[in-house]
Structure formats: structure tokens, C-alpha cells
């Protein structure tokens, strides 16, 4: 009976293992909750590309590509989702309890961020940060390498290659470069590719 008892633990005890861990820290991979067209995903750069779909978990380090008119959104958590558009390059490099970590090399992210939560996306230029809780923004990397953040709720810092941080408000966007940034400004939102 002892025997029984030892083999079950040790078949289930991972198991509870995992799901404490994740739902102790509020926080399990990132998943794709919809996906459509071309959208390839890999866990690390050692595995091959995959299409992917709903459902999928994202691991961290796993990088996202999306194709011509395709799209992906990912869901970190049920207040934290970031939308892909079309032809993005995108990279997640930490997703747990404390903070999300994101890298676009190219392309487009649509983030919503309702929480408390440290969620900050890299580009070749800047690191775009959300300071308040019910953020809503768009970053965009141009074909050109800049980098356009626009605010649709909340409070973004944006700092540049020249290590300058600036706040963009609702209804502003922020452009930058390799030569860094001017001042946020008030832009149409048809302005930002």
C-alpha cells in the first residue's frame, strides 16, 4: 500500500507543482488566443518554425513572425494582451509574475495592459514602459528602423539610444530614431506608419 501511496505522490506531485507555481504568481505563459493567415512561431532558436494557433502556449525566448495581411494576439494574462500585426518581428523574453519583457524587431505590437503589472517592449531604438495601470498603445518600427509609440490610455516612458525619457500621454505619439527623440506630440493616429 505504502508503495501505491509513493508511486501516486510521485506521479502527481508534479503536476501540482506546476500548477501552484502558475497560479500562485498570477502568471502562465503567454498563449496565443487568436491567430490568423501566416503566423509562424518557435520556441527557441534551435527548434524549427511552426504555424500557430489558438491555444498555443508561448514560452519565453519564443519568437513570433507574422506574414502579409496575417495577425496574431497573445494573451499574458486575462488583463494583459498584445496584438501582432502584419510582417512583425516579435520576441518574448520574460513573462511571470513580476514583469512581461517583449522585443519588436519589426512590424507592430497593440498592447492593452490593465494591470498593475510591468510590461515593457524593446525596439532597435527605444524601450517603451507602462507606468499606470489601463495603458492602451501602439508601437510601430518603421521600414526605416524609427520607432513610433502612440497613447491611447495611460502613460508610457519611452526612453531613446541617448538614454532621454519622455512621457506620452493619451493622444500623443513619439517618434524616434538613431539620433534619438523630440517631444511627444499630437498627431492623427493615421500618421503612424
Known amino acids: 500500500m505504502t508503495k501505491i501511496i509513493s508511486r501516486v505522490l510521485r506521479g502527481i506531485l508534479p503536476a501540482v507543482?506546476?500548477?501552484?507555481?502558475?497560479c500562485g504568481s498570477c502568471s502562465c505563459a503567454p498563449e496565443f488566443?487568436?491567430?490568423?493567415?501566416?503566423?509562424?512561431?518557435?520556441?527557441?532558436?534551435?527548434?524549427?518554425?511552426?504555424?500557430?494557433?489558438?491555444?498555443?502556449?508561448v514560452a519565453?525566448?519564443?519568437?513570433?513572425?507574422?506574414?502579409?495581411?496575417?495577425?496574431a494576439e497573445i494573451r499574458y494574462d486575462e488583463r494583459t494582451l498584445a496584438g501582432l500585426g502584419f510582417d512583425?518581428?516579435?520576441?518574448?523574453y520574460t513573462a511571470?509574475?513580476?514583469?512581461?519583457?517583449?522585443?519588436?524587431?519589426?512590424g507592430s505590437v497593440?498592447?492593452?495592459v490593465k494591470s498593475g503589472q510591468k510590461f515593457s517592449l524593446k525596439t532597435p531604438v527605444t524601450?517603451?514602459?507602462?507606468?499606470?495601470?489601463?495603458?492602451?498603445?501602439?508601437?510601430?518600427?518603421?521600414?526605416l528602423g524609427q520607432t513610433r509609440v502612440r497613447v491611447f490610455s495611460g502613460v508610457?516612458?519611452?526612453?531613446?539610444?541617448?538614454?532621454?525619457?519622455?512621457?506620452?500621454?493619451?493622444?500623443?505619439?513619439?517618434?524616434?530614431?538613431k539620433d534619438g527623440s523630440g517631444p511627444p506630440e499630437r498627431l492623427p493616429a493615421t500618421s503612424l506608419g
Open 60 to 71: 519565453e525566448g519564443g519568437r513570433i513572425k507574422t506574414g502579409w495581411f496575417s495577425w
Open 96 to 106: 511571470n509574475a513580476d514583469e512581461y519583457f517583449s522585443r519588436l524587431f519589426s
Open 127 to 143: 524601450v517603451a514602459a507602462v507606468t499606470v495601470p489601463g495603458t492602451r498603445f501602439i508601437t510601430v518600427v518603421t521600414a
Open 156 to 177: 508610457v516612458a519611452v526612453s531613446d539610444v541617448k538614454k532621454r525619457d519622455k512621457r506620452v500621454k493619451p493622444e500623443e505619439t513619439l517618434s524616434v530614431d
Open 110 to 112: 497593440r498592447a492593452v
Open 33 to 57: 488566443s487568436d491567430v490568423q493567415g501566416k503566423v509562424l512561431y518557435r520556441a527557441s532558436a534551435d527548434q524549427e518554425w511552426i504555424q500557430a494557433r489558438p491555444g498555443m502556449r
Open 88 to 92: 512583425t518581428d516579435f520576441v518574448i
Open 17 to 22: 507543482c506546476v500548477l501552484h507555481i502558475c
